[in-house]
T-cell receptor, first 114, second 112 residues
Framework: DAGVIQSPRHEVTEMGQEVTLRCKPI?????LFWYRQTMMRGLELLIY????????DSGMPEDRFSAKMPNASFSTLKIQPSEPRDSAVYFC????????????FGPGTRLTVL | GNSVTQMEGPVTLSEEAFLTINCTYT??????LFWYVQYPGEGLQLLLK?????DKGSNKGFEATYRKETTSFHLEKGSVQVSDSAVYFC???????????FGAGTRLAVHP
């Protein structure tokens, strides 16, 4: 299996622009998580989906952030408009569900907002 | 509330030194416990896990034992290598909410 796939790996944009990050989960995994990692705040859970349905979005920092999972093989995290404080590494992770409890992380997208 | 407390880094060691990274947790019940490792420029990878009290997780020479009485899951390795330089995250699985609760991470630097 290819593992969790994220794109792009690096994104540089200017303040005010829309940013879309993409994630393809491991086939058969039915839970998907979006995390943000910064030096100041460490690893933060933003939102997670179970069977394509958002279950907990309490970590989404504000209305500029939105996430979707239109089907079992694709999810997006969108920031609009972007701000310099959104600069971070964004990770997607997936979990097979059932009795398993191990999350598998993608390589991350490093976002820089100028 | 539910939380994980890890030893603050960075931890700097010479090659072949003994490593301990402390981790304690606060949780209701008896969650599964994990150590994840993040190498430079990469995502987190599962290093080891333990699912019940007194279980020992092990992988790549690293070990950690689930201690219910002290709510701890300390990571140890007898002889570190330069290639072990990374950030190590302790976590527990909050099953009721299908979440992993992570510690802040501990950066390990091993020099020759």
């Amino acid at each position: 299996d290819a593992g969790v796939i994220q794109s792009p790996r690096h994104e540089v944009t200017e303040m005010g622009q829309e940013v879309t990050l993409r994630c393809k989960p491991i086939s058969g995994h039915n839970s998907l998580f979006w995390y943000r990692q910064t030096m100041m705040r460490g690893l933060e859970l933003l939102i997670y989906f179970n069977n394509n349905v958002p279950i907990d979005d309490s970590g989404m920092p504000e209305d500029r952030f939105s996430a979707k999972m239109p089907n079992a093989s694709f999810s997006t995290l969108k920031i609009q408009p972007s701000e310099p404080r959104d600069s971070a590494v964004y990770f997607c992770a997936t979990l097979a569900g059932g009795s398993t409890d191990t999350q598998y992380f993608g390589p991350g997208t490093r976002l820089t907002v100028l | 509330g539910n939380s994980v407390t890890q030893m603050e880094g960075p931890v700097t060691l010479s090659e072949e030194a003994f490593l301990t990274i402390n981790c304690t947790y606060t949780a209701t019940g008896y969650p599964s416990l994990f150590w994840y490792v993040q190498y430079p420029g990469e995502g987190l990878q599962l290093l080891l896990k333990a699912t019940k009290a007194d279980d020992k997780g092990s992988n790549k020479g690293f070990e950690a034992t689930y201690r219910k009485e002290t709510t701890s899951f300390h990571l140890e390795k007898g002889s570190v290598q330069v290639s072990d330089s990374a950030v190590y995250f302790c976590a527990f699985y909050f099953g009721g909410y299908n979440k992993l609760i992570f510690g802040a991470g501990t950066r390990l630097a091993v020099h020759p």
